[in-house]
């Protein structure tokens, strides 16, 4: 490691806590109003230094919101900001500054619309400021019916691969204990139906109904939020969601038939698809799994001490996946961090033999292979040639730490017509326009995994998804009064599934009376099936929705463009200026254009050089984590890529850099030739570093090994974990050591529901051996005395396994649903004698009361 440059970054750091941020506080008001959130905050700021001036923060938004206000309070003077196109933003506020004035600017990152930069400047010693940020966002509807709202509070390094398009932005970031402004969230739920209930990941306040029929709550963050998490509520009505449609005026000061000035409707679909077709399983496709095998993806999963990391429980969601993929089907699994590599070098049949020689490789991934170049994999993917009759299924799971995400998006969707995507953002601080962007242009699903959640049924939900019959041949139909027509404002639906909202944003030009309706009708063909889903509505406007929708349809209609200007390069500037003529006409923000705002009231001219605070956000991950600063974390045995990039052994102390450094989203600038320095500079510095945050002198990270211990490497783009001499290996289902050729004399899985998953066979039957009695807890000589006479050992076995799911793993049934269909699949192609004999039976063994019916039989 170049101990030079680490000596400098811990010289900085101790610059930057050594002066006051001027941030204090950010206050978050949420108005969500069925599906749709409005979000103010306001973030106030105090100079108490004696000079004036320039903070500068980085921040996280969720990646289809649609920022659509941005305002500065000072004292009683309020300063609206306008839309402006990007470059003449900037230079407006750089002359602002230069001439003594305050102003205020607010972008949208070049590579992420999730990200957003916010400069105030010339900020006079003593002096506050309150700046107001609005934006509006759909909510996601989760499995069970919820509506997830994110707030990100975490924003970890993006990590930007060589040669990929555009400039890193600079971000400052530090662990939670060192965030010096405080979070408060209050929010007021509304809906034609009752809210039933809020959950969070934070702790909240309890939930206040603002009425007797209960259709209007509040509920409040509880004070002290430690920013370890991203804030995220999710809403419960009590009735199932139903398809709308809401038309709103257009504003009486716009031009009549452009976008702000015509009405527009959004219309929410929530598809029914016939059981008949929803209860099969396709036993056809092409499954694709690409791993994230990225240091970060060592991280807790949920940040506690015990809590596992987000490779194991990637490792534990591909066992179950894999068992419940159907016969006949094909598969392969790709991981990916610097490199890439894959099990197969293509695609091969679903089998016993392959399915154990895949899970013998999944069982050995580690989160050891450096960087985040999902590129690069995601190219060679789409190179392989499709399989006739086998559709593509992908599966992305990833902490979605990268910085060219439009790149990523980009390349899913001139694919799009080849595959599904479905996407997982693991942990918190995963990019939300990238996870949502993968699966929009991809037609699949997202998901994220956060707080105390579970991987397995997330993803599960996903696979059952991907198996059903893909709905093909969609369109949408409008029927509308005579001398009304239509402009379409969302891209085509690609995509549909049982139970999720798909929504249509519609530009209404034309007159027609209060009284008049309309309909709109969605066909597409299901198993060959047409089908069709009809909604009617009335065209009068809501009274009080404001401009929320067609701020939406202006940021779905950005967002489009966007993508558009990036994949014409010969007509580039003409859909450059559509966006930013959208931008500024709807006021809604766009990767072309940015907020500014000056103040230009008789106000004293701001004497003398501007000092910059860069304003810190929370990480989640950096490599390792420094108990005395973090609190409790997971043992990593990686430093961080973007961090150390040059061959060097670990030490306590550099770890504990790893962890405190403020970063910028490229690669940092290392010398590519380890330079030896000498560390009394390195210590020194820490040594100060140390001193200033109150630790001891013996303060240190417990992720370092002690002497004797393993020591991590960077070598040659990726990790490697030295192992002490002696050490035996482990597997990653037992608790036993493994010989030199791997073999073992019993695997013993560390939880009971993957012990017994494990055994399964990809036919979807159990064995009757010692091993599947271990996992029932039951010795060999109970299990098989209590057998039936004249039963076959498989069909015996395979009904106990599916009796103990159900009698004793309901709470997980979304996990293994998928094959245990599968293993009743296959005891029907038995033509099983007994069944009735052999549940009785197997109840009286597992001391269970399973029905014969509920096990499918």
Not at 493 to 504: D, E, K
Not at 641 to 663: H, K, Q
Request: charged letters at 20%; proline letters at 5%.
């Amino acid at each position: 490691m170049n101990l030079f440059l680490i000596q400098n970054h811990l010289n900085a750091l101790l610059a930057v806590l050594s002066l006051s941020v001027p941030l204090k506080s950010i206050e978050v008001e949420l108005e969500v109003r069925d599906h749709v959130a409005t979000v103010v905050s306001t973030l106030n700021y105090e100079n108490k230094e004696d000079k004036p001036v320039e903070a500068v923060f980085v921040f996280p938004l969720p990646g289809d919101a649609a920022v659509c206000h941005f305002s500065a309070k000072l004292g009683q003077t309020q300063i609206v900001a306008e839309v402006k196109e990007k470059q003449e933003a900037r230079e407006e506020y750089d002359d602002a500054l230069s001439s003594g004035q305050q102003a205020f600017l607010l972008e949208e990152s070049q590579q992420s619309p999730d990200i957003f930069s916010l400069s105030v400047g010339s900020l006079p010693p003593g002096e506050s400021a309150s700046i107001r940020l609005e934006y509006v966002t759909e909510l996601a509807v989760q499995a069970d019916d919820g509506l997830r709202f994110c707030l990100p509070a975490v924003l970890n390094p993006r990590y930007q691969p060589q040669g990929s398009e555009g400039s890193s932005v600079q971000v400052t970031s530090v662990p939670a204990s060192l965030v010096p402004y405080s979070l408060s969230l209050s929010a007021r739920v509304s809906s034609a139906r009752p809210v039933s209930k809020v959950e969070s990941s934070c702790s909240l306040d309890p939930l206040q109904y603002l009425n007797t029929d209960q259709t209007q709550a509040t509920i409040k963050l509880s004070a002290g939020h430690k920013f370890d998490r991203d804030v995220e509520l999710l809403i419960y009505y009590k009735d199932a969601h139903q398809p709308t449609a809401v038309v709103e005026a257009g504003q009486a000061s716009a031009k009549q038939g452009s976008l702000m000035g015509d009405p527009v409707v959004m219309v929410s679909l929530y598809p029914e698809f016939p059981q008949s077709v929803m209860s099969t399983v396709a036993s056809r496709g092409e499954f694709v799994f690409l791993l994230d095998r990225s240091g970060s993806m060592e991280c807790s999963l949920n940040n506690s001490k015990q809590g596992e990391t987000r490779i194991s429980s990637a490792r534990d969601t591909l066992l179950l996946l894999l068992k419940s993929l159907p016969m006949g089907c094909y598969f392969n699994i790709y991981s990916f961090g610097s490199s890439f590599e894959h099990i197969f070098p293509k695609s091969v049949e679903y089998s016993q033999q392959t399915m154990e020689e895949a899970l013998k490789k999944v069982e050995e991934m580690d989160a050891n292979l450096g960087g985040t170049e999902i590129l690069m994999p995601l190219r060679h993917i789409y190179s392989q040639p499709c399989i006739p009759n086998q559709p593509r299924q992908l599966f992305v799971f990833t902490d979605g730490e990268v910085g060219n995400t439009k790149e990523v998006v980009d390349l899913v969707k001139r694919n799009s017509g080849s595959h599904r995507c479905f996407s997982f953002g693991i942990g918190e601080g995963a990019s939300s326009a990238l996870i949502n962007g993968l699966a929009k242009e991809g037609g699949g699903h997202a998901q994220f995994i956060t707080g105390t959640d579970r991987m397995q049924p997330k993803v599960m939900q996903s696979l059952r998804f991907a198996l059903q019959p893909a709905v093909v041949d969609i369109s949408v139909t409008w029927d509308l009064p005579k001398g009304v027509s239509v402009t379409a404002l969302s891209p085509p639906i690609t995509a549909l599934f049982q139970g999720q909202r798909s929504l249509i944003y519609a530009q209404l030009t034309g007159q027609s009376s209060e009284a008049a309706e309309g309909s709109v009708t969605v066909k597409y063909s299901l198993a060959g099936h047409p089908s069709q889903n009809q909604l009617n509505f009335s065209l009068k406007p809501a009274e009080d929705t404001g401009s929320t929708v067609h701020r939406l349809a202006a940021r779905t209609l950005i967002r489009s463009l966007e993508m558009e200007e990036r994949e014409k390069r010969e007509e580039k500037d003409g859909v450059k200026k559509k966006v930013v003529e959208l931008s500024v006409q709807s006021g809604v923000s766009s990767s072309f254009t940015a907020f500014i705002a000056v103040n230009k009231t008789d106000g004293e001219v701001i004497q003398g050089p501007l000092l910059r605070r860069n304003i810190p956000t929370r990480y989640i991950y950096m490599g390792c984590f420094c108990p005395a600063l973090q609190g409790p974390s997971v043992r990593s045995q990686q430093v961080y890529s973007s961090l150390v990039g040059s061959v060097v052994d670990a030490t306590p102390d550099e770890c504990m850099y790893s962890s405190l450094v403020g970063y910028k989203f490229g690669r940092p600038r290392m010398r590519n030739t380890h330079q030896k320095q000498k560390k009394s500079g390195f210590k020194g510095a820490l040594s100060n570093l140390k001193k200033r945050l109150g630790l001891s002198k013996k303060s240190s990270c417990d992720v370092c090994p002690d002497d004797g211990g393993a020591l991590p490497r960077f070598i040659g783009g990726e990790y490697s974990v030295e192992q002490p001499l002696g050490s035996p290996k482990k597997s990653r289902y037992s608790n036993v050591s493994l010989d030199d050729d791997g073999a073992t004399a019993s695997q013993s899985p560390r939880d009971p529901l993957l012990q017994l998953v494990s055994l399964q066979k990809a036919s979807g039957c159990w064995q009757l051996d010692p091993a599947l009695a271990a996992a029932l807890g039951k010795t060999s000589e109970e299990v098989e005395k209590s057998k039936p006479a004249l039963v076959n050992n498989e069909e015996w076995a395979t009904i106990l396994a599916l009796i103990w799911l159900h009698g004793f793993k309901m709470d997980a049934k979304e996990e293994w649903e998928l094959l245990a269909m599968k293993a009743v699949s296959w005891l029907r192609a038995q033509n099983a004698l007994r069944v009735t004999d052999c549940v009785d039976a197997g109840n009286a063994l597992l001391g269970s009361s399973v029905q014969k019916d509920a096990l499918g039989l």
